[in-house]
């Protein structure tokens, strides 16, 4: 049955779930849906009247959070790059009244590079008559990269992809802080109390222009957090990326207990309405998952850029083959691998593929970068399921 934005709106609100997961193609309306719902859980008119913001009962983030900030491209003038900060209440909340800044470098750190530094700008200092000073609202973030020699510290202007890990660190960030306050049961106890009435968390794509291995680091951190959040905090997460969409489900086994109503399909009608269905299964069996995840094994074997996020999407090629020729164990599937039948060389497969696909070691820290002979395992074991299994033979036919 079709519907308006407001309607499906309604029936998220209505939904007794803490997460929702919303796949939908870009311009299907994702960005519409996220303000339909701010203005259901905050509407104007009762903000103005008890004058508070809208941020304390529902924060999002949105292509309208990636507009706050844009650069200062004077080169006219040999100006340095500056990122800056247009003036709204949000980013002032967060790092003026949080003091949040530190952490959002460190996040910012962890999905970028450890030694790409932002440094937060002030428009002025204000003296007070007593001599102490006072800062002024942020207006802007440089970047430079630290290398503790005479060549670091250079301005530098960063990628796009690395931009919207900056701008998606600060919302993070804010997210972090209020899972720790929202923890604590006893309101007296809690360090603010700005959260105290915070229904809902709309996330509307937070992986534009992020490579395949950010993005996941990104999912399994944002799994995390939701994971550890109290059960009376809401999320809606959507996204048009199958990839994204396949480790929040996972990692939010939303598949188990009941959960999977909370996945959802969201597409626009010729007529300009829209359709919300509930979606059984990840990616893998609602969205053609799987041939995604072959075309860029594939890609990326032919041309020897074999990452640890490749394990991942081996296996669960793995998987979706074994549930759908009926094996019990993916791992059966390793019967058919040459010189398989030498000792030990089938649990060595499984080690090999179990160490690199864990989604709880994704981050650099953790896990080591694969060796050569562990990256022609990938190919290897991709060469097994396509050579020997009929099911992937007919898909390569139908494609």
Partial sequence: MSETLEQIAQKLHKTNKKVQLIYAFNGTGKTRLSRELKNLVAPKDENEGAGEPT???ILYYNAFTEDLFAWDNDLSNDAEPRLEIK??????WILAEQGQDQNIIANFQRYADEKLTPTFEHESEIIDEDGSREDSPFSAVTFSLERGDEGGGEKLKISKGEESIFIWSVFYTLLEV??????VPELEARDTDQFDELQYIFIDDPVTSLD?????ELAVHLAALINRAPEGLKFVVTTHSPLFYNVLHNELKLSQ????????LLELLEDGTFKLDIKHGDANRSFSYHLYLRRVLSEAIEQNKIERFHFMFLRNLYEK??????????????NTVPDVDAPGAKQGYLNRVMQF???SNLSGEQVREPTGPEKQTVKLLFDNLINNYG??????LDG
Wanted: proline content about 2%; aromatic content about 12%.
């Fill in 391 to 396: 099911y992937w033979q007919q898909e390569a």
């Fill in 87 to 92: 003036p709204n209440s949000f980013t002032h």
């Fill in 212 to 216: 395949e291995n950010h993005l996941i």
């Fill in 357 to 359: 696909s864990s989604h």
């Fill in 178 to 183: 209020v899972v720790d306050v929202l923890s």
């Fill in 257 to 264: 207990r009941g959960k999977k109503e909370g996945c959802r």
């Fill in 321 to 334: 083959t074994a549930a759908f020729l009926g094996y019990q164990n993916w791992g059966d599937l390793l």
């Fill in 55 to 57: 941020r304390h009962k």
